[in-house]
């Protein structure tokens, strides 16, 4: 990981190579949130067995971790598509980081499907967790190293900076903490501690807009 | 929901960052609209049982149900790609909106499978009906939310006016009627009730496009 | 389908919505190539149970079928990509026609599927070619369309009149033809009908490009 | 094969439809890499049947043909993308092997997945290296190929004329040598022979972007 400052390239210089980057990541993104739709796959359902009214509420769980993984997949996209919007130069390291971070991405429509079919057992959200966390540390690493090579905007947008500072790591945090509670608790805490971080985090999301505009 | 006009964004200050929205975009109804094909798999044709002549028939149901969503879809992101044509600004407010319609678009493999699984039973129309309904009002609210925030080029487009206007819930309000008729008369009538839906909305298009052309 | 001249829009005049057609037409294209890699999925493997070396000699109608597959959906994208590449304007009804042309397309990797698990029936490959015979006529006519609309460069290409020609129809004829062969001779015809076919039309396409270099 | 030079486009005669190729290109390995996660779907665990935390165990086989599969993808796009950055000309002989190359991109999941169900028989590690060395073999064709017909920028770099030289064949080799340790000594030597290919090739490539930096 120790590169010299010298191994960067300029956004103008190869403005068709970083926009085919984006694409990839973008295309990357895109599928995996899309193919959450094939958890929606209850055998019951899938083989047209019984009568629907009756097996609908078994979709409940589907639709609830559905909605969580839409919801965390997408901020992290938001989030991704600003810091990327905001880079001048990268590096080999970055692509790499950036190619790791897709890799936990894509395993999410698998921890989305475990999460709804274990419901009630702790490893379930456990192994969600980890999986979000991960990607989290990943985002945060990709721009905590762009900042600090400056990589990004000369000066460092506020927003930015807020997100590489120690204050950045709060997400991935709270799903790191909601894994005893799933444990020693209840499985049904996650994705309450969960709900808890997104929502702080939109907050957080709708203010670094702001002070963008106004900065 | 209640956001002060200052934080929008000039489509021309971000460019970039606007067409990565619209190929995220696109990149999930590309997809969803291809997942449609996953449904052609009843078990009797997976695992190449018995005649394929006379298995034929059950391919039926399949057909219809694709053909549907295929339209439906693609009507969805036709008007989406001329809505989005015609933005000048946007928002954080509409980016979520945008997500929102996202999350149910994705949703549409999974209703098109139940359609087609559970033919004869009124639950399957019901809950598609509701879906495609559920979709197309998050499309008019941010049509809606774009016209009266002025994101749109100025004066608005005529056409956009229509779609924005009390006169935009006719889609949404045509599958939310084929419910009853679908628990109370017979599951036949909601696909009868969808098609004309479809045929007016694309009689309504091309006058949309007249319109816009001599506009 | 009788459309006023005045319906059309100059490319020039929407280049973005028109990309945004071309990149969501891909995208539809890419990913059906793609999940044919769903077929390569027999149960025997899929359980891993038996030894591999045994089953695999049961991938062979899977590998032919995919191999004919790729080869038919990717020389239908390189026309694609080569007669948009041409168009200055377009109009609804192209629209129109290019979704119907990906409705088409999006069925391919079932079809395929289906010749692949059902060798030896002749519905198999009469259900395959009369899909890639639909895809080739309605690509045929939004050629034709579109030469007789003048929307493509004046004065139109060789190559594209040529393909907007009747002879350009011998495509799908070969498919057609294919047909009472697999059901009154044997299955084993058509794959070897459809050889013939890509193979000649491999060659029309080579000299296309070299008229299209000279022209 | 034998095309004359005068088959060749400029790049800069026809951007749009280079980009095209480019798009099409990324979004078919795009779903390729995010197929694999597809593969994480053993029987017990979709069923949600018995113990989540006892079935982890499982999941081990899958997690490790999933990490290799997604660096091998992901450098081959990385290759790609280098490559591709560097043409001032293309010819349908270049396109011809480039959608030969995505023909066997595609096939990665299925190896993928034959890799991770059928761990300690030899003929999986045999098939996966035969897909990865064929894929690699077609792209140093394509380098070799464009090298010699002069289709990149003028002098070659550095790093595209080493990839282009009989020294580019090594990666394919190691994977094609990989497969009689399989064979005859164990299973288990086949991806440690990969590993090490993947490491010895990620510091070529870093060594690449400084050459190419101070080229």
């Keep these: 990981m120790v590169e010299p400052v010298t191994k960067h390239w300029e956004r ?12 990839f990541t973008d295309g990357v993104i895109a599928i995996a949130i899309t193919l959450l739709v094939l958890n929606f796959d209850t055998p019951e359902l899938r083989e047209g067995q019984g009568l629907l009214v009756e097996n609908l509420g078994a979709l409940q ?38 190619l790791l971070y897709l890799a936990l991405i894509v395993l999410m429509p698998f921890t989305t ?22 990607v989290s540390t990943v985002n945060w690493l990709m721009m905590r190293y762009a900042v600090n090579r400056r990589l990004v905007h000369q000066p460092t947008p506020d927003w930015l900076a807020d997100f590489a500072s120690p204050y950045g790591l709060i997400t991935p945090a709270a799903f790191l903490v909601s894994i005893p509670f799933a444990v020693f608790v209840s499985p049904l805490w996650a994705p309450a501690i969960w709900a808890l971080a997104l929502l ?3 907050r957080r999301r709708r203010s670094m807009a702001a002070r963008r505009r106004s900065g």
């Design 12 to 23: 103008s210089e190869s403005e068709t190579e970083f926009a085919r980057v984006i694409a």
């Design 61 to 98: 769980p589907t639709v609830l971790s559905y909605a969580i993984s839409f919801a965390v997949i997408s901020r992290f996209w938001l989030l991704h598509h600003r810091f990327f919007g905001s880079l001048d130069r990268w590096s080999t390291a970055l692509m790499e980081l950036n």
């Design 113 to 134: 499907d475990i999460l709804d079919n274990f419901q009630g057992q702790a490893a379930a959200p456990v192994l969600y967790a980890i999986n979000v966390a991960a």
């Design 200 to 202: 702080s985090g939109a």
